[in-house]
T-cell receptor, first 108, second 116 residues
Framework: QKEVEQNSGPLSVPEGAIASLNCTYS??????FFWYRQYSGKSPELIMFIYSNGDKEDGRFTAQLNKASQYVSLLIRDSQPSDSATYLCAVVGNQFYFGTGTSLTVIP | NAGVTQTPKFQVLKTGQSMTLQCAQDMNHNSMYWYRQDPGMGLRLIYY???????DKGEVPNGYNVSRLNKREFSLRLESAAPSQTSVYFC???????????????FGPGTRLTVL
């Protein structure tokens, strides 16, 4: 079983819609959770991180964490074509583990 | 402030050749990391350095060696390149000193390596 699992997609949403990206992890002791965005041919860049159960909002982005269910998600409101990228979930247990990423396409 | 820089950006090697990938950061971070990224495999940690003078193996260390030259620089060496090492290599750094931990990692632009 992989440490971090993501649906590889591709996920397509129309412009202005909400995109929902999901991630599950196996290590119950994991404490920190990150979402990175990676455009094609570029390096990952941090969108946001979350440490506590519940929601954390930053602009159009909301991260949601449920440690009991070992589940973390990212919601993107009012999706824009510029949001089209691969989104990587990262979980910190004894090491920093990345998921394989979900490819998102926002259709104008 | 350049952040994390990597050289070279592209490299083609023949099987058995050696090379060193260079990484430097100007953010005064304590921890540095080397990842490889392959299609469908995500980012996998090769080696990391929690602080100057220390290095530790990550998930996929075989075939690689590293050197933490000073606080700024962390190099990755392929002694005898194999086609299985064809990948995109990313260097990253983070602030805290206790290894891959609860802190944001900042990535360099990557090195695209092809081994023929």
């Amino acid at each position: 079983q992989k440490e971090v699992e993501q649906n590889s997609g591709p996920l397509s949403v129309p412009e202005g819609a909400i995109a929902s990206l999901n991630c599950t992890y196996s290590d119950r002791g994991s404490q920190s959770f990150f979402w990175y965005r990676q455009y094609s041919g570029k390096s990952p860049e941090l969108i946001m991180f979350i440490y506590s159960n519940g929601d954390k909002e930053d602009g159009r982005f909301t991260a949601q964490l449920n440690k009991a269910s070992q589940y973390v998600s990212l919601l993107i409101r009012d999706s824009q074509p510029s949001d089209s990228a691969t989104y990587l979930c990262a979980v910190v247990g004894n090491q920093f583990y990345f998921g394989t990423g979900t490819s998102l396409t926002v259709i104008p | 402030n350049a952040g994390v820089t990597q050289t070279p950006k592209f490299q083609v090697l023949k099987t058995g050749q050696s090379m060193t990938l260079q990484c430097a950061q100007d953010m005064n971070h304590n921890s540095m990391y080397w990842y490889r990224q392959d299609p469908g495999m995500g980012l996998r940690l090769i080696y990391y350095s929690a602080s100057e003078g220390t290095t530790d193996k990550g998930e996929v260390p075989n075939g690689y060696n590293v050197s933490r030259l000073n606080k700024r620089e962390f190099s990755l060496r392929l002694e005898s390149a194999a086609p299985s090492q064809t990948s995109v290599y990313f260097c990253a750094s983070s602030e805290i000193s206790s290894g891959p931990d609860t802190d944001t990692q900042y990535f360099g632009p990557g090195t695209r390596l092809t081994v023929l």
